[in-house]
Nanobody
Framework: QVQLVESGGGSVQAGGSLRLSCIAS????????MGWFRKERDGVAIANQE????FYRDSVRGRFTISRDQAKNTLYLEMDSLKPDDTGVYYC???????????????????WGQGTQVTVSS
């Protein structure tokens, strides 16, 4: 089993920034792909663990950056130039199957965190 715990959500005005964090614990050695989702099969950004390739939904490309600190088992989402449409709950997810393209943004993932709220006001 893998446990995921998110943090870093909050309320900002449009144009502001937030940084989300997700700490993974448990059998993390089997994780091949991690990402940030609005809900199941609705990915925002994902990162393949083996080669660090990243994929983004069109609406956030150029504004959001996904990254990880392997030593800390932590996944990040740097969110810049936030818009009111970015408002929602953001979930961290992980899976043992690699993610090799944007198609994986709509794939099912096995492990989920509890979510963190992001609110962007205009």
């Amino acid at each position: 089993q893998v446990q995921l715990v998110e943090s870093g959500g909050g309320s900002v005005q449009a144009g502001g920034s937030l940084r989300l964090s997700c700490i993974a614990s448990g059998y993390v050695g089997n994780i091949a792909c991690m990402g940030w989702f609005r809900k199941e099969r609705d990915g925002v950004a994902i990162a393949n663990q083996e080669n660090d390739m990243t994929f983004y939904r069109d609406s956030v490309r150029g504004r959001f950056t996904i990254s990880r600190d392997q030593a800390k088992n932590t996944l990040y989402l740097e969110m810049d130039s936030l818009k009111p449409d970015d408002t929602g709950v953001y979930y961290c997810a992980a899976d043992t199957t690699p993610c090799t393209g944007t198609w994986a943004l709509a794939r099912t993932f096995a492990y989920w965190g509890q979510g963190t709220q992001v609110t962007v006001s205009s």
